[in-house]
């Protein structure tokens, strides 16, 4: 063990728990504001399964372009993967919803305002509620967390129905009984999970807890006991030692205050080791600053990694495995980005009518086609459309005309139209005396104001009848006019 020569001055004191208070208030500003924000009608997020809509940072998507989900779903677990090798539970401790209506309740509500705890430094103590008055401002607490957490669950239902929806169907619930159930639900499941289950959420039912342990290397962030300086208050197999420290090893640095204990939210010590039920809030490393700071040392539980705390040296950031995150991160980033430009401003969906063609005269017919046009850009927009050739020995297109319909008509941003489209063959196109003859042709739509970006083609047949068959039709009409 080191022995550790006695500073003359106090080292600098970082303590985290402002810091956290910050970040939580900007998480807070940050999501309630979010919903909000629109870019020309379209917010930064949003997931409609309403409208059948994904926004994403001001671009509305259909849900059949989905295609971007399998690059969103990749970004998110790689993401949850990388920030967990790098710092291990960051997200538990400085932005978890669960971590911040906690330290609200427990810290702020019960122990700050209502005095129902003695000190946040303490979070082994129970609820004081001896006096009628005590039992009041507990239920005031609750109250205001009960308010709170559902302000909170709309908050989440606002990222799949939008505020401006959201408040229009709360005010007629009947009409709205999924969106009553969901957001009703997760509210009351989310105050009794911040008020009766409490951190043991966090150990006990929260899935990113069990799989933090598989991510974890000896180069990952985390709150860390220096047993070098502080002395082994654990045996090998976990278990304490059943003597004082200064009796065990006498420039032990540790004076087993157990500050570090006393105020873990999750009731650990992390003089033990990292421990699954860590959600890396810091506490015990701003209460072993402030320890060790009296006696002008630095604390014996610092955010470190294993590795750094061992070999008195700073974390490695850049390893293999954090590099290899970051290359998976940023190609599937740049995909969706170009896979996100590459976006149409309208759909187009063509069915064949169940009338194949319609003979007109010996040589003309049509073909009727069922339209879709779907206009996923934020404005409104008039469209018509063309016929392409295939392929460019293909002059299909010039024998082919659209005779309905003859004008553009409006689609209204996000909404759909449905058109019977008429194509016309002007002149004898049978190939083939006794089949019909098939001519692949590409439909073109576009808007008129902005015919280069807001378009959509899309690749379907014409189908001219065999001679056979004209010459039968125009034999039986002239038999039924005898
Ligand atoms: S050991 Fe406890 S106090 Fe320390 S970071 Fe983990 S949960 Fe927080
Ligand atoms: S707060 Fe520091 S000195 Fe006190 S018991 Fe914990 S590690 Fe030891």
Redesign the pocket.
Known sequence: MQSATLPTTAPKQVLYRKKRYLVYFLAAVVLLGFPFITIDGTHIFLLSFDHGELHLLGTRFNMQELYLMPFLLILLFVGIFFITTLAGRLWC?WACPQTIFRVIYRDLLQTTIFGLRKKISNKQQPLRLESFADKLKATLAFVIIAFLCLTAAANLMWFFVPPEDFFAYIANPSEHPVLMVFWLGFGIFFIFDIAFIQENFCVYICPYCRVQSVLYDNDTLM?TYNYNRGGFVYDKHGIKIDKKLKFIDPNAECIECEQ?VK????H???RKGM?L?????????D?CTGVMGKLHKPSL?TWTSPTAMEQNQKVRYFRFRTIAYIVVLSIVFVALLVVSTKKEGMLLNINNTSELYKIRTHEVVDNTFRVVFHNTDSIDHEFSIEILNPSVDSDIASKLEIIKPKDPFVVKSGQKRTEMVTIRARENLSKNDRNDSIYPIILRSFALDNKEQIFAKRRTNFTYPSQETIQTYFQKREERNR
């Open positions: 401790g709150p570090c105020v873990c939210p999750t650990i010590d992390i421990q039920e860590c959600i890396n809030c810091l506490e015990c490393v209460a539980v």
